[in-house]
């Protein structure tokens, strides 16, 4: 585990502490960016030497680029960027499924030992943010940066440098040049981002994680009824865990003066899957239709081509998740859905029966997010279509029903917020601080008392 939540906190207070003691703008940056590196050093020091190694080559030639009047000069670094960036990631994430799928083939006798490292945490965010950096300095909607420091502070800010949101160098790098210090009304905020980040992750996630491990890790054991139950728990776990880690890294931030973008914006209201897809991981489906999906030629060129690019944007998303088969099969699943709906015209015709078949989609599609293989998936699959029969007391191996109704309370809990969550900031925002710093302290309370703090990591961070 990189901290605790207790150790995580105390260190976020005494860097902020310091920082609002600095005087200058350039005393603040070396402070979060000293700060940043013991983050993700604290972890495994090695790998900050890989994080400091792959910035400082990605710095270098995105100079090269913006000083270079060579079109075919600003590719060829271009090209070498992109080589260097995608290499790490197929060693470092692919390498070991890849020597697997070969030694399967016979295409390899054994399996090296030195391809048997352990994933760098946070590697595709802060390779796929430094990737968008080099390539709008190609595109020249910002000029390279001549700092190393300022640079290195853009990959590695700390609140989202292991989970996202995937930050662009046109939103970012001029915030963390330039901080604006918070309002008493801002900071009672950010406390509150970050309650509900707290909220949605120790509350509910580690909660329903319980019984989502007890279902997926016993696919053959698991009853019809298990494998529904859980495959629902797994969708509202992954969302309050990556939108809570999202959360809490805004009000993060926050406290600095920086403003980081929206990751999350209730996809499971959404009005049908290309909406979900707005709405869900904003940052990461922005990167691919910015950086792959148009470069590859959108729908400019026909129909039939902008359904092929979909898949091809999609299956890649599914790799980037994770060196699995199953994440393939889930980005194809997406990609497969958009397409239809597309030729449908759902994506036209919002209503109540589009939200639904939405939902069933995406639901049925984190099966094969979740499986640990594809033959757990498929027995997943099966014991649904077949309501493989099973006493829901076989549900309760994994959990006691205190757990199992709490699980239930802060999904419902979820769906309350969310749908009201309009009506409830209007009438928190007219309250004063004093009044709001008031609740937010009482739900800190409650959160002590019912939240799981003997969970899990991240889920995000495995990626």
Request: glycine share 8%; with cysteine; proline share 3%.
């Amino acid at each position: 585990m990189l901290f605790n939540s207790i150790d995580f906190l105390l260190f976020f207070s005494l860097i902020w502490l310091i920082f609002r003691k600095l005087p200058s703008q350039k005393s603040k940056s070396y402070l979060l960016l000293g700060a940043s590196l013991f983050f993700y050093g604290y972890w495994k020091a090695e790998y900050l030497l890989l994080l400091l190694a792959t910035s400082f080559i990605d710095f270098e030639l995105a100079k090269k680029i913006g000083g270079s009047d060579s079109p075919l000069r600003r590719k060829i670094w271009l090209v070498v960027s992109l080589i260097s960036n995608i290499s790490n990631l197929i060693f470092f994430k692919y390498g070991l499924f890849l020597a697997k799928n070969l030694s399967q083939f016979h295409a390899i006798d054994s399996i090296p030992d030195w391809i048997q490292v352990v994933l760098p945490l946070g590697i595709s965010f802060y390779t796929f943010q430094a990737m968008g950096y080099v390539i709008d300095v190609f595109r020249k909607r910002i000029p390279a940066q001549t700092n190393f420091s300022e640079f290195l502070l853009f990959i590695t800010f700390f609140p989202q440098l292991v989970a996202g949101p995937i930050e662009r160098a046109t939103h970012l790098i001029g915030q963390l040049k330039n901080f604006s210090t918070p309002t008493t009304e801002k900071l009672v905020t950010a406390t509150g981002l970050i309650c509900l980040g707290f909220w949605k992750k120790l509350f509910i996630a580690d909660r329903l994680g319980v019984f989502v491990d007890g279902t997926f890790n016993n696919a053959s054991e698991a009853s019809g009824i298990q494998c529904v139950v859980g495959t629902i728990f797994f969708g509202f776990q992954i969302y309050c865990d990556f939108s809570g880690y999202s959360d809490m890294a805004r009000g993060l931030a926050r406290f600095f003066g920086i403003q980081l973008m929206l990751n999350f914006n209730k996809p499971y209201l959404a009005l049908n899957l290309t909406d979900f897809w707005r709405r869900w991981h904003i940052s990461l489906s922005g990167w691919f239709r910015d950086y792959l999906y148009y470069p590859l030629g959108g729908a400019k060129n026909g129909i039939a081509t902008g359904y092929r690019n979909i898949l091809i944007v999609f299956i890649i998303s599914g790799i980037w998740h994770g060196a699995n088969w199953t994440f393939a099969l889930w980005g194809l699943w997406h990609g497969l859905g958009l397409v239809v709906e597309r030729i449908l015209g759902f994506s036209k015709n919002p209503g109540s029966l589009y939200r639904f078949i939405t939902l069933f989609w995406v639901f049925i599609g984190w099966i094969f997010f979740r499986a640990n293989s594809l033959a757990d998936a498929s027995l997943i699959v099966q014991n649904i279509l077949e309501l493989k029969p099973g006493p829901w007391s076989d549900f309760n191996l994994y959990g006691s029903d205190w757990e199992l109704l709490m699980a239930v309370l802060g999904i419902l809990s979820l769906a309350l917020y969310e749908i009201f969550q309009t009506r409830i900031t209007r009438k928190l925002l007219v309250l004063n601080p004093e009044k709001q710093a008031g609740l937010i302290a009482i739900a800190f309370l409650i959160l002590i008392w019912v939240g799981k703090f003997k969970g899990q990591d991240f889920i995000y961070f495995q990626f």
